[in-house]
């Protein structure tokens, strides 16, 4: 059974710092496409980060590039996502996806799992 699940999410004040871990069961992160996104309320779902299993590097979205780095620790199958220099406008839900495909991508229906999310507000 395929289950991802996040944490580390949390209350941080602006300029500060959080690290995201997603754990994977079920399947074998190196094969498949792994994702960080969030929501906001109100607000469209965004991808932020992504590693296609072809990819030898995480990609970003504007909106984050320089400030959060995707990782992958393939011996605990897990993916994390360090966030530095976090901003009031990051609060929102975040969750990580997979696709088994492999491919990936910006588009967050590519992915056909997901886990249930972990809360991230950044306000003082």
């Known amino acids: 059974q395929v289950q991802l699940v996040e944490s580390g999410g949390g209350l941080v004040q602006p300029g500060g710092s959080l690290r995201l871990a997603c754990v994977a069961s079920?399947?074998?992160?190196?094969?498949?496409?792994i994702a960080w996104l969030r929501q906001a309320p109100g607000k469209q779902r965004e991808v932020l980060s992504w590693?296609?299993?072809?990819?030898?590097?995480?990609n970003y979205a504007d909106s984050v590039k320089g400030r959060f780095t995707l990782s992958r620790d393939s011996a605990k199958n897990t993916v994390y996502l360090q966030m530095n220099s976090l901003k009031p406008d990051d609060t929102a839900v975040y969750s990580c996806?997979?696709?088994?495909?492999?491919?990936?991508?910006?588009?967050?229906?590519?992915?056909?799992?997901w886990g249930q999310g972990t809360q991230v507000t950044v306000a003082s």
């Open positions: 079920g399947f074998t992160l190196d094969t498949w496409a």
């Open positions: 590693l296609s299993s072809s990819d030898g590097h995480p």
């Open positions: 996806a997979a696709d088994s495909s492999g491919y990936g991508g910006k588009n967050g229906y590519n992915y056909d799992y």
